[in-house]
């Protein structure tokens, strides 16, 4: 299948094509369940992907790329959530199928804007041609299903250059300028110009080998004692807020909040920042999920809280993603609110013309994840920073290898404040074997995640061939003809 012209970076032989894809699907179970908006989750699917890249030359590489199917986050629809999974699933086998015969050369950063802007969408919709209205895939479920591709691709071309992956992101690997991809916004003509500026012009210059971690305090977790039913595991992992706080020597908590109940959200926000205040936590944030649809909402809780507990107002970093999603559908004016706190996009932000939206309408921030693509999250990155934007990386509560470049993504991302990692709250046990390779990524001390033992290793640093794991046989495999 021919869809575009190849294209070709500089030199010529650094320049890959996809050769073989193989699909795996690793059943996770939670210990405790995950409230997500309207939701309650107890399970994950993570689809992993191995990808070999070829180049002109014939020399060949393998990479690794990661990714749970997150049905909730993705696609808050009236059908079931085992329909909405198994399309999910469904969509991924067939990107897997498709990839082997997308004819496009070059850096994985070209290859994968390429697929993106010329084949994901058209398969989108021949998918969603075959199914009800109602159980049609998102967009950001089909960014999902793609993601751990991408993430593969770009880990083996630094594996066939024997780099790390961020060090191919500059002038020297690409053939485009961030030119080629990115628009600035209309109010900064002659004052913003992509010309000449890669993505590496964007990291930070020394990206650190330790970040601030943020915990997840879900909408079902307990706060004290008297919140327990009995039902929670006894597996040697905390369970009260508190426990988690000291055994972590946590500094950064993020709490999921409603957004269509007023009295609980407050409530909610006050209990919590009540803990910090005495376990000497400095900084929270509050996610909505979607929820809220009048910006009077937030701005009621923003002010209550600085005048009746105004040291959780100061601490309250920033709030993420109140609105609905789609912005096309929902163009909010949202400059109430980032007058009040500094308002990030997540859901909103699929990619750069999305964050060029939302600032437009008023958000500040950008929530960067690599499970809507390695490739769409450094062009949102380059935009939102050469807009003054500031940058978070969420996670997906990733587990297993997906955690490696969330980390490397924050790392170079230069955020407000570290990262957020929680899949040690809801599944370590499934990723003890990345962990005998790398705690310091799955063990959150300190308040803190260490990444050092990525350091100078090829493409992501995985070190897949030290990590004790067996997969499952994958559900495809595709060769290029």
């Not at 920042?273 to 009077?296: K, S, Y």
């Not at 996009?345 to 693509?373: N, P």
């Not at 490696?404 to 990692?421: D, N």
Request: aromatic share 10%; proline share 7%; charged share 20%.
């Amino acid at each position: 299948m021919s869809y575009i012209p190849a294209i070709m970076s500089q030199p010529a032989d650094r320049a890959i094509r996809i050769d073989e894809v193989a699909l795996h699907l690793l059943p996770v179970e939670m210990r405790v369940p995950l409230k997500f908006g309207t939701q309650v989750v107890t399970a994950a699917t993570c689809a992993r992907a191995r990808v070999r890249v070829v180049d002109a030359a014939g020399r060949t590489a393998t990479g690794w790329g990661e990714t749970p199917l997150s049905v909730a986050w993705v696609w808050p629809a009236p059908i079931g959530y085992e329909d909405r999974l198994a399309a999910m699933q469904d969509f991924t086998a067939r990107i897997a199928a498709d990839l082997p015969g997308f004819d496009a050369s070059g850096h994985p950063l070209e290859v994968g804007h390429a697929y993106i802007e010329h084949r994901l969408e058209s398969l989108r919709r021949d998918f969603n041609a075959t199914r009800p209205a109602e159980a049609a895939l998102p967009h950001l479920a089909a960014l999902v299903s793609y993601s751990l591709f991408d993430i593969a691709t770009h880990d083996a071309y630094g594996r066939l250059h024997g780099v790390p992956t961020y060090q191919t992101y500059g002038r020297d690997w690409l053939r485009h300028d961030l030119s080629h991809y990115l628009e600035p916004a209309d109010d900064t003509a002659g004052r913003i110009s992509f010309a000449g500026k890669f993505p590496a012009d964007f990291f930070d210059p020394a990206p650190p080998a330790t970040l601030p971690v943020w915990h997840l305090v879900g909408g079902l977790d307990p706060l004290s004692p008297e919140d327990l039913t009995g039902s929670e595991p006894d597996d040697g992992y905390p369970v009260l807020l508190r426990d988690w706080i000291r055994r972590d020597g946590l500094d950064c908590l993020k709490i999921k909040l409603r957004g269509n109940d007023r009295d609980w959200d407050y409530d909610r926000l006050l209990a919590i920042g009540r803990i910090a205040e005495e376990e000497g936590v400095t900084w929270l944030t509050a996610d909505f999920n979607c929820t809220v649809t009048d910006p009077a909402y937030v701005e009621s809780i923003l002010d209550q809280l600085k005048t009746d507990a105004p040291r959780t107002y100061q601490r309250t970093l920033y709030v993420e993603q109140p609105f609905p999603y789609d912005l096309e559908a929902h163009r909010i004016d949202v400059h109430s609110v980032s007058a009040r706190k500094p308002l990030f996009m997540d859901e909103s932000a699929h990619d750069w013309r999305f964050v060029r939206m939302g600032r437009a309408l008023g958000w500040t921030g950008v929530a960067l994840k690599t499970c809507k693509t390695q490739t769409g999250a450094l062009l949102s990155l380059c935009w939102a920073k050469a807009h003054g934007m500031t940058l978070m990386v969420q996670d997906l509560t990733n587990p297993m290898l997906a955690q490696i470049p969330h980390f490397l993504l924050a790392a170079h991302a230069g955020t407000i404040m570290g990262v957020e990692s929680n899949a040690m709250q809801f599944y370590p046990d499934a990723s003890l074997p990345e962990a005998a390779v790398h705690p310091g990524l799955y063990t959150r001390r300190g308040g803190g995640l260490d990444g050092s033992t990525l350091l100078g290793q090829p493409g992501f640093g995985y070190r897949e061939d030290q990590i004790v794991r067996d997969l499952p046989a994958p559900v495809a495999v595709h060769t290029r003809a």
